[in-house]
């Protein structure tokens, strides 16, 4: 066989190969795999704002009483069936998993903007604290994920060091709501956040 017959007969295979190596693989060209969030990396820039910021005193801890769901759904529910300008009564969300990245910590428009919340029935409260929710309903039998708990100690433990706020003053729902609740219910770890935080 001739020098030039080979180079021929090997160049085919080749493109043999690497066409059919692309018919396999063409189909998952340019298809993002959408990155599953945990724990937010850098809480800092996660907290930026681009407004002046407000000096905070207090940070409220609330559950969604719900089994799923994520910074849009609340918002839209609070816009749409609340009729709250603002939305999302809450600066922050961290999702469980369902409806967004366990652990995942969602920023809400009321933080970007350094608005009041509309998390407890204390206009007073609200004006100066930060609410937090964690998806879940800790009141049935569901505890929040290790990876909730982990991005909350995150949370908190930054602005109890960047606005000076005392654990005392990192509070549940139920301690401070005039109205009777049991937010963020009977299963959510208050004491051991307490105690894990500096």
């Known amino acids: 066989m001739k020098i030039v017959e080979w180079h021929i007969i090997t160049v085919s295979i080749a493109m043999f190969i690497t066409a059919t190596g692309l018919f396999i693989y063409l189909p998952f060209i340019g298809i993002k795999k959408e990155p599953t969030t945990t724990i937010a990396i850098n809480i800092d820039e996660l907290c930026r704002v681009d407004v002046e910021e407000k000096k905070w005193e207090y940070v409220v801890l609330h559950h969604s009483a719900t089994d799923e769901g994520n910074a849009d759904n609340f918002d839209r529910y609070h816009r749409e069936e609340k009729k709250w300008e603002h939305g999302l009564a809450y600066h922050f969300v961290i999702g469980n998993g369902n409806g967004s990245g366990n652990g995942e910590i969602e920023v809400g428009e009321r933080w970007k903007k350094q608005l009041h919340g509309a998390h407890t029935a204390n206009m007073d409260l609200n004006r100066i604290s930060i609410g937090i929710c964690l998806v879940g309903n800790f009141e049935a039998d569901n505890k929040p994920t290790n990876n909730q708990i982990k991005s909350l ?46």
């Open 153 to 198: 100690i995150s949370l908190v433990t930054y602005f109890s060091e960047k606005y000076n706020i005392p654990k005392s003053h990192i509070v549940k729902h139920s301690q401070v709501r005039q109205k009777n609740t049991v937010c963020p219910g009977k299963n959510f770890p208050y004491k051991r956040l307490i105690k894990k935080l500096k």
